[in-house]
């Protein structure tokens, strides 16, 4: 069936530090463009990137995403985390959007 | 800019009881306006969505009787939460998808509590 998949439920990582969270899916959709959201403390769920071409790297506030659909994967990645990354980190598709069960990301000084 | 409101914005009833919110879409036309639920463990669950000339499509473990939907115009949607329990709490997020583009908006939730 269509999920996704996000495999860390939450990531820690010192400030200063690259991080990356993993982003699978499953889907039977044959046009779909992949998100990632960010949702910070007690606000709604917003973009962070987009992208529906394969093999090309998005990029927006330092984080940066490729979309391979050879290996089914949207991972997200920074090279260098700040405090204010701290958030909750939703992958998904659509068509339907489909979102993963999202992955805490807490950066620590 | 596309926004999307929602209100109200907290809500809480009792046991029993039933409640209606609303959804916006200001700045574009909505063609689609799909209803989230996020639980307070915060996965995401896709209630229905609402497509402009199509029948508003439910998915499974929801159902017209308990969460009726109705989107007269591309712009406005509203969802009433019939006979509320606990297992209702959350916060009810409503995305809107204008003509043009795959990007869903957000609209900043009606939370909802059930005591």
């Known amino acids: 069936g269509d999920s996704v998949t996000q495999t860390e439920g939450l990531v820690t990582v010192t400030e200063g530090l690259p991080v990356k969270l993993n982003c699978t899916y499953q889907?039977?959709?044959?046009?779909?463009?992949f998100f990632w959201y960010v949702q910070y403390l007690n606000e709604a769920p917003q973009v962070l990137l987009k992208s529906s071409t394969d093999n090309k790297r998005t990029e927006h506030q330092g984080f940066h995403a490729t979309l391979h659909k050879s290996s089914s994967s949207f991972h997200l990645q920074k090279s260098s985390a700040q405090l204010s990354d701290s958030a909750l980190y939703y992958c998904?598709?659509?068509?339907?959007?489909?979102f993963g069960l999202g992955t805490t990301l807490q950066v620590q000084p | 800019g596309a926004l999307v409101y929602q209100y109200p914005r907290r809500t809480i009833c009792k046991s029993g009881t039933s409640m209606r919110m609303e959804c916006q879409a200001v700045g574009f036309q909505a063609t689609s306006v799909a209803w989230y639920r996020q639980s307070p463990q915060k996965t995401f669950e896709l209630i229905a969505l609402?497509?402009?000339?199509?029948?508003?499509?439910?998915e499974q473990n929801f159902t017209q009787e308990k969460f009726p939907i109705s989107h007269p115009n591309l712009s406005f949607s509203s969802m009433t939460v019939l006979n509320a329990y606990l297992e209702d709490r959350g916060l009810y997020l409503c995305?809107?998808?204008?003509?043009?583009?795959?990007?869903?908006?957000f609209g900043p939730g009606t939370r909802l509590t059930v005591l």
């Open positions: 998904a598709y659509t068509g339907k959007l489909i």
């Open positions: 609402s497509t402009v000339n199509s029948a508003i499509k439910y």
């Open positions: 889907t039977t959709y044959l046009t779909i463009a």
């Open positions: 995305g809107a998808r204008g003509q043009s583009s795959y990007e869903q908006y």
